[in-house]
């Protein structure tokens, strides 16, 4: 028994009070105002206070669309680039796509010769009415063909602007020449290495109609033809839409077509009315005029639209 009563069983009591005491102390300093302040100032304690971040999850592919106004089936460029001068449109696309010669020059090329006609010239109603009221109306300086194959409509196009009005008129003529799977069947072109040249007549057919300073030809798809239109500024008065006939070709090339047109300027086509396809080109047509709000003006076979 010691002088505060406890026996030796009793020490170890008052090492265990003495151990109490201690952490009483430490839970009291703890919880103290100062402490308080010594955690705010942690960077620990700051970024605990921040709001949540919050992580945006991207679109994916499997997430459902809630407003197909907004996806790029919809959405094609409206702006072009800063417009060029009308009369430096030739020498620009020269430069651009030809290493800055004709493609006249020196044409035909010898292994093309044996494969042309001096003259071969044929299309589907390329030389509609819709045409010269239309060159008589707009007076194009500029005019985008996209889809020419031997040359018809263009070379009507021409003679009628030469005919109807008094300045050289550029016609850009946006063609793969490929014409399409299967239509050898129906119009025999002599096939070298899988090419059928049909490049080399329309240039033929343009070189023995006296164009070869107004029409050029542009060979390559009309999508990427354009994008490249769009961005190098070049912009036409008259557009005439006749490439392929499905409707989500027909659909692009009106999009991207009607963003090349000049204010005040008239985009046009073929086949409104044809049952290929399900009436794929007047289903593109109708749908991009109740987008555009826009009046949709059939002539014959033909649609017109005009630049608002
Ligand atoms: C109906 S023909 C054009 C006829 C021409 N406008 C006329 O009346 O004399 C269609 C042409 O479009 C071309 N074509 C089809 N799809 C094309 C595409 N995506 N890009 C470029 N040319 C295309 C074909 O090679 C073909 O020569």
């Not at 989500?248 to 300027?265: C, M, T, V």
């Not at 080109?281 to 109708?286: I, L």
Request: glycine letters at 8%; charged letters at 20%.
């Amino acid at each position: 028994m010691n002088m505060f009563g406890f026996s030796n069983g009793g020490k170890r009591s008052h090492g265990f009070l003495l151990l109490l005491a201690v952490v009483f102390f430490l839970s009291g300093f703890l919880t103290s105002p100062l402490v308080s302040l010594l955690k705010c100032s942690s960077p620990v304690k700051q970024l605990e206070s921040l709001p949540p971040i919050r992580i945006h999850k991207a679109a994916s592919a499997l997430d459902p669309i809630t407003d197909w106004s907004l996806t790029d089936l919809v959405l094609f460029r409206t702006k072009c680039g800063e417009p060029i001068r009308q009369e430096d449109a030739k020498t620009l696309l020269l430069n651009k796509v030809f290493d800055g010669i004709s493609p006249f020059v020196e044409f035909p090329p010898e292994l093309a010769k044996p494969y042309l006609r001096e003259k071969r010239i044929r299309g589907w109603g390329s030389t509609g009415a819709v045409f010269a009221r239309l060159v008589e109306e707009v007076k194009p300086k500029i005019i985008l063909e996209l889809g020419s194959y031997l040359g018809a409509s263009a070379i009507h196009m021409a003679t009628l602007a030469k005919s109807t009005f008094d300045h050289q008129v550029f016609i850009i003529c946006v063609d793969d020449f490929r014409g399409w799977p299967g239509f050898r069947d129906k119009f025999k072109f002599h096939q070298t290495n899988g090419d059928v040249q049909l490049l080399y007549q329309f240039m033929q057919n343009v070189q023995t109609m006296n164009f070869t300073g107004n029409i050029l030809p542009l060979p390559f798809s009309t999508t990427s033809a354009m994008s490249a239109l769009c961005e190098w500024g070049v912009y036409a008065d008259l557009i005439e839409v006749d490439a392929a006939h499905d409707f989500h070709s027909a659909w692009a090339d009106i999009n991207l077509g009607y963003s090349l047109l000049k204010p005040g300027g008239v985009m046009f086509g073929h086949d409104y009315y044809t049952k290929l396809d399900n009436r794929g080109v007047g289903r593109a047509v109708d749908l991009f005029a109740r987008l555009k709000g826009l009046r949709v003006e059939p002539d014959g076979q033909h649609w017109i639209l005009r630049s608002k």
